[in-house]
């Protein structure tokens, strides 16, 4: 580049104020050089890994959610986490069944909702759903299952209201064996996330809401490693038998 490129007053303001408190951070944890030097080899380890988005979604996207969303009405965010993968199958008949192997394993879930606005009823919203199978993985994501299993968009009725057929999700461990699975253990925490769904809500005129779904009683709720649970996104699965029901209604919020 032989011409300077404009200012980004964003990325400048944001170096800055990192700097600011990078500051009171170091002055109160006095690293020794040694210790510098072992955490560039691990951030280095951490790229070469591709695990950068796990790392920062694991431990960092919580306070950014929180930083900008606390008490703000509406339905609470939680994480997007590494796995949301674009273009998932349009599913067009309701109740929408989740994309699925022939012997899927899994407890089979019945989940419904009801998507609205802060002013008032929504109807026809844009919903996209991903969560991991009953071997704790993520289609698309280092996972034997076909591209898209258990990913699916839709939209919700006139009403708001959708039923979506799926199975229920399990806890969730943060791979183990890499630069985040070390830094996971050295702090003393475990692996787990507790059982979720992912969700993501688009309707023109309203801020795209990103969120998730968790179980009560599930034994990592309180533990979550990457502390993505609010208490306003806890269902109760019901046992039906055959199969379990769930559900949860989400306020979108105006732009
Ligand atoms: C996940 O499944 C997840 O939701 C997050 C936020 C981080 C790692 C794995
Ligand atoms: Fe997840």
Same mark, same amino acid.
């Given at each position: 580049?032989?011409?300077?490129?404009?200012?980004?007053?964003?990325?400048?303001g944001a170096y800055e104020g990192f700097v600011k408190h990078l500051k009171n951070f170091l002055d109160e944890q006095q690293f020794n050089h040694e210790e510098y030097t072992k955490f560039v080899?691990w951030a280095?380890?951490?790229?070469?890994?591709?695990?950068?988005?796990?790392?920062?979604?694991?431990f960092v996207?919580?306070y950014?959610?929180?930083a900008?969303?606390?008490?703000?009405?509406?339905?609470?965010?939680?994480?997007?986490?590494?796995?949301?993968?674009?273009?998932?199958?349009?599913?067009?008949?309701?109740?929408?069944?989740?994309?699925?192997?022939? %012997? !899927?394993?899994?407890?089979?879930?019945?989940?419904? *909702?009801?998507? @609205? /606005?802060?002013?008032?009823? +929504?109807?026809?919203?844009?919903?996209?759903?991903?969560?991991?199978?009953?071997?704790?993985?993520?289609?698309?994501?280092?996972?034997?299952?076909?591209?898209?299993?258990?990913?699916?968009?839709?939209?919700?009725?006139?009403?708001?209201?959708?039923?979506?057929?799926?199975?229920?999700?399990?806890?969730?461990?943060?791979?183990?064996?890499?630069?985040?699975?070390?830094?996971?253990?050295s702090a003393?925490?475990?692996?787990?996330?507790?059982?979720?769904?992912?969700?993501?809500?688009?309707?023109?005129?309203?801020?795209?809401?990103?969120?998730?779904?968790?179980?009560?009683? %599930? !034994?990592?709720?309180?533990?979550?490693?990457?502390? *993505?649970?609010? @208490? /306003?996104?806890?269902?109760? +699965?019901?046992?039906?038998?055959?199969?379990?029901?769930?559900?949860?209604?989400?306020?979108?919020?105006?732009?």
């Amino acid at each position: 580049m032989t011409e300077k490129a404009a200012v980004n007053e964003r990325v400048l303001g944001a170096y800055e104020g990192f700097v600011k408190h990078l500051k009171n951070f170091l002055d109160e944890q006095q690293f020794n050089h040694e210790e510098y030097t072992k955490f560039v080899e691990w951030a280095d380890r951490l790229g070469r890994s591709g695990e950068i988005p796990l790392f920062l979604d694991v431990f960092v996207e919580t306070y950014v959610l929180e930083a900008k969303y606390k008490n703000s009405p509406g339905t609470e965010p939680s994480l997007l986490g590494p796995y949301y993968e674009e273009g998932s199958p349009v599913l067009e008949e309701s109740p929408f069944v989740m994309p699925q192997r022939e %012997d !899927e394993p899994g407890d089979k879930l019945t989940f419904r *909702g009801n998507v @609205s /606005s802060v002013n008032g009823p +929504l109807a026809k919203t844009k919903v996209e759903w991903w969560q991991d199978d009953a071997d704790g993985l993520y289609s698309n994501y280092d996972s034997p299952a076909p591209a898209f299993n258990l990913r699916g968009q839709f939209h919700t009725d006139e009403n708001g209201d959708f039923e979506v057929h799926s199975i229920v999700p399990i806890p969730y461990q943060i791979p183990t064996n890499g630069p985040t699975g070390e830094f996971t253990f050295s702090a003393g925490y475990h692996a787990y996330r507790p059982a979720h769904i992912h969700i993501k809500f688009e309707h023109e005129g309203h801020e795209t809401l990103i969120t998730q779904v968790f179980f009560e009683g %599930d !034994e990592w709720l309180e533990t979550d490693v990457a502390n *993505g649970v609010r @208490s /306003s996104l806890l269902t109760k +699965l019901e046992d039906k038998g055959d199969r379990k029901e769930a559900s949860l209604n989400f306020v979108m919020r105006t732009e």
